[in-house]
């Protein structure tokens, strides 16, 4: 049972050595990886992915309880811990999202899993990450962006039980993020969002800012920026339902704005 991952500095595009000497994610956290388009966030997740070694462009290393990567973690995608979710993440597969799940869940659990059971799990929390229900005959090639990238999250947290989830700016992916936030802290994971939304990269634990390739400081959430957080909920609440009144064709006023 792996218990903390930690990424220590290599060097930034222009070589110098990163500012930040390592970042230490126990069981349980949350982090947000922030900063400018181009300032390497996508790197470091990706350093995160393959346990860099010391031979990537950056020189940074991963370790996994201290101790580096063995060739099983590394190799074998049975044992491989991380689970990665972009943005541009697409299903090649045409079964039902049923036969899919059920597939999934036989090759990682065996006889281990109750197929109904599990399979409804991850339809429920998939469907609360989603503005548009997902339905179990639904093929998956049928899905929306949002639908595939909710679908993926959840089968990576129910069924591929990963202990740690890398979730790459999943506000840009039509899911309800701070439905996500609520729902993944209740599993004990690490979970790392690339993010340019404050709320997420406010109700992380810490954040990485990154700048010019290169962990550049570390910020540990303080108690006001977690009360300034579950204000920007207040607002992304009234946006949220200002939005669902355009799709569904109503007329706005002045006051759908107002915020409590």
């Known amino acids: 049972m792996i218990k903390t991952i930690e990424i220590r500095g290599g060097r930034g595009k222009r070589g110098e050595p990163e500012s930040v000497a390592a970042v230490r994610l126990a069981m349980g956290q949350v982090a947000s990886v922030v900063g400018p388009t181009g300032s390497g966030k996508t790197t470091l997740i990706n350093d995160f992915e393959i346990f860099a070694d010391g031979s990537t462009p950056t020189g940074r290393v991963v370790l ?3 101790e580096p990567a063995g060739d099983d973690l590394r190799d074998d995608p049975a044992s491989h811990p991380i689970a990665l979710i972009t943005q541009h993440t697409n299903f090649l597969s045409d079964l039902p999202v049923l036969e899919f799940l059920h597939t999934h869940a036989r090759v990682r659990g065996g006889s281990g899993f109750g197929l109904d059971a599990v399979t409804n799990e991850v339809l429920a929390f998939a469907n609360e990450l989603t503005g548009e229900p997902i339905e179990p005959g639904w093929r998956m090639t049928e899905l929306s962006g949002g639908q595939t990238r909710a679908l993926l999250i959840a089968d990576a947290v129910v069924i591929g039980n990963a ?81 669902e009144r ?14 409590a």
Do not use: Q
């Not at 969002?193 to 540990?220: E, N």
């Open 163 to 243: 202990p740690i989830i890398l979730l790459d700016e999943i506000e840009n992916a039509g899911i309800h993020r701070m439905r996500a936030l609520e729902l993944l802290r209740r599993y004990e994971k690490i979970f790392v969002f690339v993010t340019h939304d404050p709320y997420i990269a406010l109700l992380s634990d810490v954040r990485i800012v990154m700048s010019g390739g290169a962990m550049a400081k570390l910020l540990t959430t303080s108690d006001p920026e977690r009360r300034l957080a579950h204000r920007l909920r207040a607002v992304d609440e009234s946006l949220l339902a200002l939005r």
């Open 246 to 259: 355009i799709r569904l064709g109503e007329s706005l006023e002045e006051s759908h704005l107002e915020v």
């Open 64 to 66: 996994v309880d201290g």
